[in-house]
């Protein structure tokens, strides 16, 4: 084990001596954290918008540089000279495999890193948690793709198994609203999907692929195994997905058809909703009877709508004790996204997340989008004590004197 990891350390080493390896490095942790820098105290959606850069750029690269490295070792003019000794096959895959992934991780470490350092002064301590969530969000993607373009190159023994990787992966986000989103490998809620799916090609080249044309397949009742057990996991992975994604079918079968079965009208009573908060409660509107609600409903990567969450913060901490009450509903494909807001944006009033969210572009589809008549994103709603709607603003950002020019509104003709 000291010795595979000592190969492991001294190829991590010879990869980081890539001038366009640490170029890349360089730029993208000056260039983020001069991005992070710039949006001050919102970490937790610039962590969001963070994740997807990191996942989707340095995946697609990591995938492409995987496929390459795959075949490598193979080509009689560059492949390593401890080909022709008797190391197992499986184990040597291993080796390359863990240190391209080392080398990538490096990398993509240092942007997250950048954007620590940028936004810590505006935001604390809630910077580093978010951008420490946002590493591992996309380190996920990254070992997922990275993952399956290097162990189809090496079984095809050419690039095209990364090019083939990057291709579909591109077909399922071009095809976002014709694709069941249980085929993104960039999504929170299909992790378990696409761990099994490595995992599977990864047993089935190392253990079983390389192994035959190496003439090793002494014993292939462990190889046999391991590839079933992974193709296993992926089965439960899929249905897990599927179970947690919402049937918006016709008729009331579940607790989002209810929500979009109501309509927001003025002077009406809000349409309520029962939302996960990312920390294993519900979100409603039920809890707030007697209380004035500000209900802003919002994408999770929209930065320009970020900028009134701290405001909204600030109106929960200054009128509580008057009974008023914000209260967020996040809308995003990626369940990620929701909580990460929810738990790492370091704001204290109750952020909810619509998993029935479609799309986010205009016009949004959504259970809540469908149950307030929402066209464009956000949209802020302000009731009365009663719940029965007084506003619907939809501007992309609200002041802090502005919102409390709103409440004072309403606390004059409802002080209790």
């Known amino acids: 084990m000291s010795r595979d990891l000592l190969l492991i350390r001294h190829g991590v080493v010879a990869g980081l001596r890539n001038p366009g390896l640490r170029l890349l490095g360089l730029v993208s942790f000056l260039g983020v954290g001069a991005a992070a820098w710039g949006h001050g105290a919102l970490a937790g959606t610039f962590s969001i918008q963070l994740t997807n850069w990191l996942g989707r750029g340095f995946g697609v690269a990591a995938a492409l540089w995987f496929a390459y490295s795959a075949i490598r070792d193979q080509d009689e003019r560059t492949g390593a000279m401890l080909r022709s000794k008797p190391v197992d096959g499986a184990r040597w895959v291993t080796l390359n495999w863990a240190t391209g992934m080392c080398v990538w991780l490096f990398l993509m470490l240092l ?10 002064p505006a935001a604390g301590f809630t910077s580093v948690a978010s951008h420490a969530v946002a590493f591992g969000r996309a380190a996920m993607t990254l070992l997922t793709v990275g993952t399956l373009s290097f162990m189809l190159s090496r079984m ?5 198994g990364g090019v083939l990787t990057v291709f579909a992966w591109f077909c399922t986000m071009a095809g976002a609203r014709f694709v069941p989103t249980t085929f993104q490998p960039d999504f929170s809620q299909n992790r378990l999907v ?5 995992l599977f090609v990864f047993a089935l080249c190392a253990l079983g692929v390389e192994r ?4 090793e397949m002494r014993q292939p009742a462990a190889p046999i195994a391991a590839v079933l057990g992974s193709l296993l996991l992926t089965g439960v992975g899929l249905a897990n997905a599927n179970g947690r994604q919402p049937n918006m079918t016709t008729g009331v079968s579940n607790i989002w058809d209810r929500i979009t079965l109501q309509h927001a009208r ?3 009573r809000a349409p309520g909703f029962w939302l996960p908060d990312g920390r294993g409660g519900l979100v409603r509107t ?3 009877a007697g209380k004035i609600l500000l209900i802003f409903i919002f994408a999770a990567d929209d930065m320009e709508a970020a900028q009134t969450l701290p405001v909204l913060d600030q109106i929960a901490r200054e009128y509580a004790d008057r009974g008023v009450q914000p209260i967020g509903v996040c809308l995003a494909q ?3 996204d929701g909580w990460t807001l929810a738990r790492m944006g370091g704001y204290h009033f109750p952020i909810g997340m619509d998993l029935a969210t479609a ?13 307030y008549d929402i066209q464009v994103l956000p949209r802020l709603v302000i009731t009365d004590r009663l719940h029965l709607i007084r506003e619907q603003l939809s501007e992309a950002t609200y002041s802090i004197e502005y919102l409390r020019q709103q409440v004072g509104r309403r606390l004059t003709e409802e002080p209790r």
């Open 334 to 336: 990626d369940h990620g």
């Open 212 to 215: 035959w044309r190496r003439g």
């Open 194 to 198: 696409f761990l099994g799916l490595g």
């Open 286 to 288: 039920a809890p707030h």
């Open 156 to 160: 095809m023994r050419s690039p095209l």
């Open 111 to 120: 942007p997250c890193l950048g954007a620590a350092i940028g936004q810590f």
């Open 359 to 371: 799309k986010t572009s205009i016009p949004p589809e959504s259970a809540i989008a469908t149950a």
């Open 266 to 268: 003025q002077g009406e």
